[in-house]
Each structure stands twice: as structure tokens, then as C-alpha cells.
């Protein structure tokens, strides 16, 4: 399985560990690509959006000529997981005029609404697909405030949807790379596979 990580801005090596740890998991590879210029995308089995600042990535992948590619990927059904920052990229109303949203998530968001970064914390959240729950870190996390009819939510906290599925598309508002914890990888990458602890 050949992995990509948009790499424009924000954690690249916490995410390329977890989906080669979620592929072992499963007795396969996976080979991880670094993006930061178009024409990798179509190349890639898989694609992560990692967290780091959505401004910042929405311009990049505009400009570099990667947020087509990132449509046509969706388009095509081939999976991707959108992290915090990238969720926030990857929905249809990021409510910022700064951050050119992709689209292919049908989600609204508000950015940083569960705080600064003062305000970060880790919860343990039960998520559809999971046998346990999944200890999420939240770090200047987006809120999901709005979900299309055909969104699944897969996790919640204190109510709020924290963690859903689109088609391909699974989208977190918590860091699930900063764990040694791959499930989330699995349930995004092998849909229709037993997810392994």
C-alpha cells in the first residue's frame, strides 16, 4: 500500500508510523510518500491530512496544485483520514474565509472551538468500529458542528461529534497519530477488515 501525507505544514512522522503500524497489523507494507508538490496524489492508495494550521495548509495545497488532486482522490473513492487541521481543510464550511475548504467532508466546523491550546486534553472516547475506547488527544481541536445526512458520526464528546465518516472520508478532531494506538489508521484504511488492537 503506497501511503501519502500531505506534507505542506503540521506533523508528517507521527501519521507515517501509525498507518505503516495499522498495514503490519494486517501482514502488509505500506510505503509513505511525503507531499508537498502535485502529481504524488494519484500515485497514493491512501492520503492523510495531518493537524498544523488550516490557513496555512489550504493555501499550500491551492497553490502547489495539490487540492485537485486531493478531490480526485476522494472522487475516486480511495480512502483518506483528515486530522484536526485537516478536517477543518477537508469540510465543506470551515467558517473562515482564510481557508479554502476542499469540500469533500460534509461537515461545517468551527476552528479552535474547544480552545487554545491551554485548553488541550485527552479523553477516553468510545468510537463505532471499536472494541475499546480510543484514548484521543485533543490539541486546539475544531468542532464539528453540523453534519451532512450521509455523515456518520463515529465518536462524540460531551455530545459533539468528534470523529465521523463521509464515504472515504474519516475525519477526527483529536491527534490520533500522537498515540502508538493505530486503530483509528485500521478503521480509516481497512474498512472491511477486523480492526486489530
Same mark, same amino acid.
Given at each position: 500500500m503506497k501511503a501519502g501525507v500531505i506534507?505542506?505544514?503540521? +506533523?508528517?512522522?507521527?501519521?507515517?508510523?501509525a498507518v505503516r503500524n495499522a498495514a503490519a497489523a494486517h501482514g502488509e507494507s505500506?510505503?509513505?510518500?511525503?507531499?508537498? +508538490?502535485?502529481?504524488?496524489v494519484p500515485d497514493c492508495d491512501v492520503l492523510l491530512m495531518p493537524g498544523g494550521e488550516s490557513t496555512t495548509i489550504s493555501r499550500l495545497i491551492r497553490r502547489e496544485g495539490i487540492a485537485e488532486e486531493i478531490r480526485e482522490h476522494v472522487a475516486a473513492?480511495?480512502?483518506?483520514?483528515?486530522?484536526?487541521a485537516g478536517l477543518i481543510v477537508c469540510s465543506r464550511d470551515a467558517k473562515d474565509d482564510r481557508v479554502d475548504a476542499l469540500g469533500v467532508l460534509d461537515v461545517s466546523v468551527d476552528r479552535n472551538a474547544f480552545g487554545r491550546q491551554k485548553d488541550s486534553f485527552e479523553a477516553q472516547v468510545p468510537v463505532t468500529g471499536l472494541d475499546d475506547p480510543f484514548h484521543a488527544v485533543f490539541i486546539r481541536a475544531p468542532l464539528i458542528d453540523d453534519?451532512?445526512? +450521509?455523515?456518520?458520526?463515529?465518536?462524540?464528546?460531551?455530545?459533539?461529534?468528534?470523529?465521523?465518516? +463521509?464515504?472515504?472520508v474519516v475525519a477526527s478532531s483529536f491527534h490520533p497519530e500522537l498515540t502508538e494506538d493505530p486503530r483509528i489508521h485500521d478503521l480509516t484504511f481497512f474498512p472491511d477488515r477486523e480492526v486489530l488492537a
Open positions: 506534507a505542506v505544514q503540521g +506533523d508528517v512522522a507521527e501519521h507515517a508510523a505500506a510505503s509513505v510518500v511525503e507531499i508537498r +508538490d502535485a502529481g504524488l473513492g480511495k480512502p483518506v483520514l483528515a486530522t484536526c453534519v451532512g445526512g +450521509d455523515v456518520e458520526v463515529l465518536a462524540t464528546v460531551e455530545g459533539r461529534p468528534v470523529l465521523v465518516r +463521509d464515504g472515504p
